[in-house]
Every structure is written in structure tokens, then in C-alpha cells.
């Protein structure tokens, strides 16, 4: 009933510049959390940066200063703004969100399909 759509990845030189775009949509009463994961070939998946629904944001340490995490509340969408990208940001990047369905119902994690970023010359 919950889709979200990530959109925004591509190839970029280092040093370059992408914005990652997630619209939520579907079957949703309200949203908490919204937040970007990626996962590297052979690596974890990890937390890259999230906004809670209050407002609050939390980054990854390798990215703090370079992303920026906001959010569109009335479009239920989340971005991520990319500067001074490095090799080693590439990864699949994937979209969660926290979402209630109905006023009954407790909160649970959704995801994107995740849209992949390559950072290279």
C-alpha cells in the first residue's frame, strides 16, 4: 500500500555534485522518520543521513559537511543533497521511511527500490 520511488542517481566525477529525490506514496496517514541508506559491493548497508518528523537530522561521520538531508512534509518526499562526491560514496542508495497507514495502526519501516550512485573519472 506504501511505495517509495528514489529517483536523482547517476554518474558523477569526484569532487562532483547529485541530488537524490524519495516521494512516498500510497495508503499513508503520517510519516516519522525519513531516511537514505547505501550499500557499497562487498560492504554493509549503512546510514547515510535521516530527518526525523519533528525535524531532527542525524548524518553519517564520512558524510557530515558534504550531505544534506531535508524534507518536502506536505509532498511526503525526502532529499538528499550530494556535494564534493568521492569514490567511495559509491553505493546503491535506498530510501526508508516510517510509516503509519491508519490511525490504529503502529509505524513500520518502508523501502525504496534504491537508485545507484557511481562516483568516477
Known amino acids: 500500500q506504501v511505495q517509495l520511488v528514489e529517483s536523482g542517481g547517476g554518474l558523477v566525477q569526484p569532487g562532483g555534485s547529485l541530488r537524490l529525490s524519495c516521494a512516498a506514496s500510497?495508503?499513508?496517514?503520517?510519516?516519522?522518520?525519513m531516511g537514505w541508506y547505501r550499500q557499497a559491493p562487498g560492504k554493509q548497508r549503512e546510514l547515510v543521513a535521516a530527518?526525523?518528523?519533528?525535524?531532527?537530522?542525524n548524518y553519517a561521520d564520512s558524510v557530515k559537511g558534504r550531505f544534506t538531508v531535508s524534507r518536502d512534509y506536505a509532498k511526503n518526499t525526502v532529499y538528499l543533497q550530494m556535494n564534493s562526491l568521492k569514490p567511495e560514496d559509491t553505493a546503491v542508495y535506498y530510501c526508508?521511511?516510517?510509516?503509519?497507514?491508519?490511525?490504529?495502526?503502529?509505524?513500520?519501516?518502508?523501502w525504496g527500490q534504491g537508485t545507484q550512485v557511481t562516483v568516477s573519472s
Open positions: 526508508k521511511a516510517e510509516v503509519r497507514t491508519d490511525w490504529g495502526s503502529k509505524s513500520r519501516d518502508y
Open positions: 500510497g495508503s499513508i496517514f503520517s510519516i516519522n522518520d
Open positions: 530527518a526525523s518528523g519533528v525535524g531532527w537530522t
